[in-house]
Structures are given as structure tokens and as C-alpha cells.
């Protein structure tokens, strides 16, 4: 494991943890294709892996400091960190522009996932009937995922737990699109909008020194469901980084060539030019969730109109999302050159 030592190698710690946390608040796209590009995923994975039993006994012994170095705290904290700026900060910027200019922000997603194929790809030299079955399986799982219709929205406490459990996905399966999995499971709305917001909002309230949310009883709920969703969230990080580390360690290529196959099938999601489908009634109105929001029920895909001017505006976009991977791996290659 590489612990950041310079400025440097801190500040492009925090800034690919905005990224990460950028990525896992947009539906079909993956915050594990950040880490996976970006050169860190097995470290991510294999310093989350060491938050188990030896650590808690270091902890629990008041050995912060062997605790720190042993589950590689300099760079989990630093990719954290930016993690959860980056939940305050940037996606509020992408929930901004995915209401102002929707298509752009799809198209440059699309483009960074067609880049981060090529990425993974280019230097994949194992395929076998072995490898070629797994990426089948991926591509299949993949497409099977981008057309399910979601499900209604559900506060049950146990239930939120488990979707903290599926929807960290995102972070350690590349191409598995967490908040993609919240839509499917109907609460995409109350855990990443409404829960976000209500803590953003509680903070808020308490610099000035207000405390009439605790008079609140739909925000106290609200906190209590960030509460049990995060001790979810936590869970599955943990469980999966064992999960993960034992087959990245055994069955690398196979892995490898699973998540190439997935993250192509999971294009669809992140395709620029759809119509969100809403659901309603018999009569055609449309059927509103606890919130007063309406409930998606699935997407329209369609070929663009290339006689359209925003159309032609939104490949440029795409070919913008393919050259920041393209970057990403030329910073990538000059790193290594340099070390």
C-alpha cells in the first residue's frame, strides 16, 4: 500500500474522493470506475479490508496509532474526506445541471464510461473461454440491471439497512451504479436527496445556533433513516472489501473480465438520449410517492435527431467524458514513469 506522503499525492487523494462521491450520487454511474481508473481501486479495497477484528482490537487497546497505520488511515481518511465534501459541494452542482442541462451531463458520463472500457480493456490480454464466459455473464447481468423497473419507496428501518448495504456497490464493484440500485429499490429520492438534505440543513441550523429541528418530527425520521442507511452503508464496505479482496486475490482475471463485461451492459443507464417514464393511474395522472415527488418507472431510450444542434453539443460532451479518462491514464502512465 502507497501512503501519501508529498502535497501533492494528498490533494489528488482528496480530489479523486470528490470524484468518487460525485460519481455514487448519479444514477448509472459508478464511484468503483473512479477508483478503478484512477489506479487506487486495490488499495481502496484492500485497505478496507483491514477494518476487521485486529484492528478493533487495536483500537479498543488505545493503540490509535498502530490502529491508523494498519488499516492505511492517512489514505482512506483523505479519500473520505473528499467522499463527503463532495456530497455537499459537487453533486449539488451535478443535481443543479442534471435539471438544466440533463443531456450534457448524461453525455458526459456515457463518454467516461466508453473511456474507462477502453482503459480497462487495452491491456487485458487473458481472454480465454474462462475469461470470456465471465465478461458474457458481466455484459448480461449488466443489460438485465439498465431495464428493470424500480420499486416503491419503502422507510422500513430494515430495509434501509440492507439498501446501505446494496447501494455501497457502487464503491467496490465497478459498473455497479449504487444509486442506480437505490431507483430499482424505489428510495433513490429519501436516501440520497431528501436524507442529504435534511442533514444539510440540520448543520446549517446548528451554526447559527438553531436547534427547532429537534421539535421537527419528520426531520428527526429523516435523520434517523441517514442514520440507519450510513450504519448500512459502513456494513456493506466492510463486508464486501473481504468479500472482494478474497476474489480480486484468487481470481483476478476472471474478476477483471466480469466488470469489463458489466460495466459495457450497464451503458444503457448512463444512454444520453432517454425519456424518463413516470408512473400513473388508469386516467394517466400521474401517481405521486410520500414526498409529493413523482415515481419513476423506468426510461424511454432513443437514436438522436442529428439535425438537432443540442444533439450535436452533447457528442462533443461524450468525446469530453472519453478524453478525461484518456487524461487520467496518461497522468497515470507519467506517474509511474516518474516513480
Known sequence: MNTPCTFTDKFFLVVKGLCMGAANKVPGVSGGIVAFVGGFYEEFIYSLQKVNAKAFKLFVNGRFKSFYRYINGSFLT???FGMLVSYFSISKVLDYFLVKRELYVWATFFGMILGS???IGKDFDYWKKKTFTAAFIGLAVGIAISFLSPAKENDNLLFIFLCGIISVSGMTLPG???SFILILLGNY???LVDSVNALYDT?????VGDFSFTNNTER???LKILAVFTLGSATGLVTLSHLLTYVLKHYKHVTTATILGFITGSLGVVWPWKKTIYKTDFDGNLILDSNGKQIIMNYERFLPNLTIVENWIAIFFIIIGISILLLLDW???NRRTES
Open 176 to 178: 455497479l451504479s449504487g
Open 117 to 119: 472500457i477502453y482503459y
Open 331 to 333: 497522468y497515470g502512465k
Open 78 to 80: 483523505l479519500l473520505i
Open 189 to 191: 429520492v429519501l436516501l
Open 220 to 222: 428527526l425520521h429523516t
Open 203 to 207: 448543520f446549517s441550523e446548528l451554526l
